[in-house]
């Protein structure tokens, strides 16, 4: 794997997971203790690829920040910014002038997958593809790029986000470029892999394959994906190197929980969390400095940093964001979010919720 370089595109807003994306991107939100990316590069290093290149423009300087050359992970890291994010077609081919392999493997920065990379590149070299693409079967593939296969493993047709799909197969985030390919890819302007790169090769003929993963796979960029994603990989479902010790819980460095609470379902208390007496966690992820306070119930959500969810607060399936601070008694479900509006002339921040 050595003559094979990484390409992560990480340039999204990451608009699903507002309010939470407003201060991080969506790679760098916090999973299992660490910002998502660092399971994804950990991966990556962990099947021989030195060489990896971050593809960013939203909030750009964050992920240097944080990763630095990358050789805490093992890799070796480039970031090359969009000034104007130019897509995921675009954003490949922008990363072009820093790659010197043949093949290339491009992940979208928030899906985890546990696919045998090196297998997917004997996959790509064997049939010595343009582009190969790494499929997952799902029991509902609308919400998804679904993608047709032949007996043979070429894929015949490419359908975005279809409503009546011919096949459970979906693009799970993952491919295998010919380098030619990424060259001929436009530049300037926007262009989307899924819309615009991948059905153009097949209407011209290129040798498009297919590569079935039957490990795990999540896209986290939704909020119920995130906080199940994130309990997976707590929890050691999901494969992550960067997780030390799977567990029901994660409690990081100087997080309370008192011993009449309930921390569980793969959920984390971030750094100087607190969840106080008779309160109930499960399935979620308490960013750091949160705190949920006595009997309050927090299921499958995910309670931005330094925010307070009061006393006997009930919240399932929500995303707090930041400092929100939610009174007592409430009751928040299905999908709600507390967004911060205004920040007030004494600095507090105003929130309102959209259930
Ligand atoms: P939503 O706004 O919630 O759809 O999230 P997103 O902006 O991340 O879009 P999406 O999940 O479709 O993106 C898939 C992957 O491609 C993510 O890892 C994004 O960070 C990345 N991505 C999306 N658009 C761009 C872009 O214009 N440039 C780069 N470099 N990466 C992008």
């Known amino acids: 794997m050595a003559d094979v370089e990484a390409v992560i595109l990480v340039g999204g807003l990451g608009t699903r997971l507002r309010p939470l994306t407003l201060s991080a991107p969506k790679p760098m939100l916090p999973t299992a203790g660490v910002p998502f990316l660092t399971h994804l590069i950990a991966r990556i290093a962990a099947a021989g690829i030195e060489h990896v290149v971050l593809g960013t423009s939203y909030r750009a300087e964050v992920f240097e920040q944080h990763f630095g050359d990358g050789s805490a992970l093992g890799a070796r890291l480039d970031y090359i910014v969009e000034a104007e994010a130019l897509g995921t077609g675009g954003g490949i081919r922008n990363v072009a002038p820093v790659l010197g392999a043949d093949t290339i493997l491009v992940f979208n920065g928030d899906n985890l997958i546990g696919v045998d990379l090196l ?15 790494c499929l997952q079967r799902v029991p509902d593939p609308r919400a998804f790029g679904c993608v047709s296969t032949d007996e043979a493993g ?45 059905p153009g090769l097949l209407a011209a003929g290129a040798t498009v394959v297919g590569h079935l993963n039957t490990g795990y796979w999540r896209d986290f960029g939704t909020p119920a994906d995130f906080v199940t994603g994130s309990a997976d990989l707590v929890r050691g479902i999901a494969p992550s190197p960067a997780v030390a010790v799977p567990g029901e819980q994660l409690l990081l460095a100087g997080a309370r ?72 008694r409430l009751e928040l479900r299905g999908g709600a979010r507390v967004w911060p509006d205004v920040t007030l002339p004494d600095g507090s921040i105003r929130f309102s919720t959209d259930a």
């Open 119 to 133: 297998a997917m590149v004997e996959t790509h070299r064997r049939a010595q593809a343009d582009v190969t693409l």
């Open 154 to 198: 070429r894929v015949t047709a490419f359908l975005e986000k279809d409503p009546n799909p011919v096949t459970d197969q979906i693009n799970a985030g993952l491919y295998a470029f010919r380098r030619e390919v990424i060259d001929s890819i436009p530049t300037g302007r926007p262009v989307s892999v899924e819309r615009e790169t991948f």
């Open 257 to 328: 929980v008192a011993p009449s609470a309930d921390v569980r379902g793969g959920s984390t208390v971030g750094r100087g969390a607190v969840v106080e007496a008779g309160a109930l966690v499960d399935g979620s992820v308490l960013f750091d400095g949160a705190r949920v306070a006595e009997g309050a119930v927090v299921v499958r959500s995910a309670v931005g940093a330094d925010a307070v969810v009061g006393p006997g607060t009930v919240l399932e399936d929500v995303v707090v964001g930041d400092r929100a601070r939610l009174g007592a």
